[in-house]
Nanobody
């Protein structure tokens, strides 16, 4: 089992950047494929980005491709989401997620077993 804690959210102007972090409690962090999702009030939690256990394979939602970068530092048990060229429509609560059921990136919400508490990102236009 792993506990996940996100940080790094906040208020930023459109066109700006933010880096989210997700600290994992498990010393077997490399056993988990990881992902980022986001959710706005009244809507489904949507896929943003995912990364394989090794970090070599990544996948992105079309809406963030070319602007967001997912990465992981397995030595620090930490997942990152670098967000650039932020838009007002990126405003959401961002969640990190983990699963030990897959080796590669997982794009579906149901594929994850462990979730963080979320961090708010607000982009002002």
């Amino acid at each position: 089992q792993v506990q996940l804690v996100e940080s790094g959210g906040g208020l930023v102007q459109a066109g700006g950047s933010l880096r989210l972090s997700c600290a994992a409690s498990s010393r077997t962090f490399t056993s988990y494929a990881m992902g980022w999702f986001r959710q706005t009030p009244g809507k489904e939690r949507d896929f943003v980005a995912a990364i394989s256990r090794s970090g070599r394979i990544t996948r992105y939602a079309d809406s963030v491709k070319g602007r967001f970068t997912i990465s992981r530092d397995n030595a620090k048990n930490t997942l990152y989401l670098q967000m650039t060229s932020l838009k007002a429509e990126d405003t959401a609560v961002y969640y990190c997620a983990g699963t030990d059921r897959q080796l590669g990136p997982v794009l579906s919400r149901s594929g994850y077993d462990y979730w963080g508490q979320g961090t708010q990102v607000t982009v002002s236009s």
